[in-house]
């Protein structure tokens, strides 16, 4: 059975305390691994693509990495309005483009 | 305009009501989908429209019926709701079905009384 694990659950940083998330995944086969954030009460909003091992994506002080098993989004120097909820959501071969998530890493920077 | 607009932000409704989600992309995009979403879970996929046809329907029971009008418009609509319904109604759109990138509206949250 496909499966998709996020941790840790909550993660509380000070500002500019850089930290990392892990998505782990395990899947007949990967189409592709997909980042999202999601503020309180809204709907996610799309970061990143990673389709093969050793891919990595950048957006300001966010990075995602993915191996064949995991992937890890590191959060630079965080600030604020980093806190979120963020969402790993995996597509599998064979699934139709069927987005399977995970349950989140909810992060809360303090000033 | 990259943007996915849901109506209403809110919505209240007895078991014996019928209501209905609208949402609405001008982005060209051909798919469009709805998912749920409990509190403090990940959402869960419900319906995939490509080229307005619905083309997967995740064991939805029938209280929930889906409409796509044309390529910019989605509706759910709501009947005979249970309690447990209650949850965030996210619309999204990308364009071609198959895709991981998703756009998401802001959601409709239900309650059912």
């Known amino acids: 059975e496909d499966q998709v694990t996020q941790s840790p659950e909550a993660l509380r940083l000070q500002e500019g305390e850089s930290s990392s998330l892990n998505c782990s995944y395990t899947?007949?086969?990967?189409?592709?691994l997909f980042w999202y954030r999601q503020d309180p009460g809204k709907g996610p909003e799309f970061l990143f693509t990673l389709y093969s091992a050793g891919e990595e994506k950048e957006k300001e002080r966010l990075k995602a990495t993915l191996t064949k098993k995991e992937s890890f989004l590191h959060i630079t120097a965080p600030k604020p309005e980093d806190s979120a909820t963020y969402l790993c959501?995996?597509?599998?071969?064979?699934?139709?483009?069927?987005?399977?998530f995970g349950a989140g890493t909810q992060v809360v920077v303090t000033p | 305009d990259t943007e996915v607009t849901q109506t209403p932000k809110h919505l209240v409704m007895g078991m014996t009501n019928k209501k209905s989600l609208k949402c609405e992309q001008h982005m060209g995009h051909r798919a469009m989908y709805w998912y749920k979403q409990k509190a403090k879970k990940p959402p869960e996929l419900m319906f995939v429209y490509s080229y307005e046809k619905l083309s997967i329907n995740e064991s939805v029971p029938s209280r929930f019926s889906p409409e796509c009008p044309n390529s910019s418009l989605l509706n759910l609509h709501l009947h005979a709701l249970q309690p447990e319904d209650s949850a965030l109604y996210l619309c999204a759109s990308s364009p071609l079905a198959g895709t991981g990138e998703l756009f998401f509206g802001e959601g409709s949250r239900l309650t059912v009384l």
């Open positions: 899947v007949s086969g990967l189409r592709g």
């Open positions: 959501a995996v597509q599998v071969t064979d699934s139709w483009g069927k987005l399977q």
